[in-house]
């Protein structure tokens, strides 16, 4: 079973019925992907500069191709379906899932082995509060051409422009320094009206000659296809581009904990070198796996999380869970 219909997840499910494996998806939808919001990914091999949700698109025809092989059907997918619930016993692991937003009729599915990509949610200005709904309208700036929220992902075509990074985190001083070294044009930091984390960094913007803007926001909108930023002074300043550097609302781990995994302080699963679960003793959870940005200490990239979809479902067929 994989808990996730991002392209981590999906392409689990896909690696999983290669190998003549039946799998069971679980996708809550693609508005609650992270990709969902990237406007044009450049390091996707074959397909530079796609959309997230074109990604999907392409990942979701790729997994129909492998649903029924010689007369077997090996893919299931539960669109729509949250997995809230989770027990493990020697029979293999048994999911409570439901429509998304339904409290009632939940329903049980079962399977020997359990991959988590989960993946967690950016944080957003102005969105102080966290659910489905909430995810699925969110605010109507996010999925625009002029918003970003990976530097690694969309920094290839800031070259000359004026960037504004929002956040008040040490990472988010590095992101504006790192967006002026590499790529030139302007870059200002704006806060929101919250205090830069650590003093020095303030330092460091002065050093770097980088404008550190920390009056209250009042709303993100798009405006001839840059970014206006509003202030509650009621100034406006605009942007070709704007990256979000606010940190995690939360990593999606719910249902790791509920198995025992063992967590970092910001959220992220623990695993071994394959992907599977540790629990507070360090011992693997066996046939439980956590991969994409849901595992902890590994780059929060697609072909990054590819690979441990790859790793994730090799280990489980090579050992056999032993």
Same mark, same amino acid.
């Given at each position: 079973?994989?808990?996730?219909?991002?392209?981590?997840?999906?392409?689990?499910? /896909?690696?999983?019925? =290669?190998?003549?494996?039946?799998?069971?998806?679980?996708?809550?939808?693609?508005?609650?992907?992270?990709?969902?919001?990237?406007?044009? =990914?450049?390091?996707?091999?074959?397909?530079?500069?796609?959309?997230?949700?074109?990604?999907?698109?392409?990942?979701?025809?790729?997994? #129909?191709?492998?649903?029924?092989?010689?007369?077997?059907?090996?893919?299931?997918?539960?669109?729509?379906?949250?997995?809230?619930?989770?027990? @493990?016993?020697?029979?293999?692991?048994?999911?409570?899932?439901?429509?998304?937003?339904?409290?009632?009729?939940?329903?049980?599915?079962?399977?020997?082995?359990?991959?988590?990509?989960?993946?967690?949610?950016?944080?957003?200005?102005?969105?102080?509060?966290?659910?489905?709904?909430?995810? !699925?309208?969110?605010?109507?700036?996010?999925?625009?051409?002029?918003?970003?929220?990976?530097?690694?992902?969309?920094? *290839?075509?800031?070259?000359?422009?004026?960037?504004?990074?929002?956040?008040? @985190?040490? #990472?988010?001083?590095?992101?504006?320094?790192?967006?002026?070294?590499?790529?030139?044009?302007?870059?200002?930091?704006?806060?929101?009206?919250?205090?830069?984390?650590?003093?020095?960094?303030?330092?460091?913007?002065?050093?770097?000659? =980088?404008?550190?803007?920390?009056?209250?926001?009042?709303? /993100?909108?798009?405006?001839?296809?840059?970014?206006?930023?509003?202030?509650?002074?009621?100034?406006?300043? @605009?942007?070709?581009?704007?990256?979000?550097?606010?940190?995690?609302?939360?990593?999606?781990?719910?249902?790791?904990?509920?198995?025992?995994?063992?967590?970092?302080?910001?959220?992220?699963?623990?695993? #071994?070198?394959?992907?599977?679960?540790?629990?507070? !003793?360090?011992?693997?959870?066996?046939?439980?796996?956590?991969?994409?940005?849901? @595992?902890?200490?590994?780059?929060?990239?697609?072909?990054?999380? *590819?690979?441990?979809?790859?790793?994730?479902?090799?280990?489980?067929?090579?050992?056999?869970?032993?």
């Amino acid at each position: 079973m994989v808990v996730g219909g991002g392209p981590v997840g999906l392409h689990a499910a /896909l690696k999983g019925a =290669i190998l003549n494996h039946r799998v069971l998806v679980v996708d809550k939808g693609s508005q609650f992907s992270r990709v969902s919001q990237a406007p044009a =990914i450049a390091n996707i091999p074959g397909h530079p500069g796609i959309s997230g949700l074109d990604l999907l698109r392409l990942h979701r025809e790729s997994l #129909d191709g492998f649903r029924d092989i010689a007369g077997k059907n090996l893919v299931t997918v539960l669109d729509g379906t949250e997995a809230f619930d989770v027990a @493990r016993d020697e029979e293999g692991f048994h999911l409570k899932v439901r429509a998304v937003g339904d409290g009632t009729n939940p329903s049980t599915v079962s399977g020997k082995v359990l991959i988590l990509a989960t993946g967690t949610v950016d944080r957003k200005p102005g969105i102080g509060s966290f659910g489905w709904r909430g995810h !699925e309208t969110m605010a109507p700036y996010i999925r625009g051409t002029e918003v970003g929220y990976c530097l690694l992902c969309e920094g *290839w075509h800031l070259d000359g422009k004026r960037v504004a990074v929002l956040g008040n @985190r040490h #990472d988010s001083v590095s992101i504006a320094k790192d967006v002026l070294g590499h790529f030139g044009g302007e870059v200002a930091l704006i806060t929101g009206g919250e205090p830069l984390e650590e003093v020095e960094d303030a330092q460091e913007l002065e050093k770097a000659g =980088i404008p550190l803007v920390d009056r209250p926001l009042k709303a /993100l909108r798009e405006r001839e296809g840059q970014l206006a930023v509003l202030f509650d002074d009621g100034t406006e300043e @605009r942007f070709d581009k704007g990256i979000m550097s606010l940190g995690m609302y939360k990593v999606n781990n719910e249902l790791a904990c509920l198995l025992g995994a063992k967590v970092t302080a910001e959220g992220y699963v623990v695993t #071994d070198a394959n992907c599977e679960a540790l629990d507070q !003793e360090g011992h693997r959870i066996k046939g439980l796996f956590a991969v994409g940005d849901l @595992r902890a200490g590994s780059w929060k990239q697609i072909v990054v999380g *590819w690979g441990d979809a790859e790793t994730a479902v090799i280990t489980a067929y090579a050992k056999r869970l032993d």
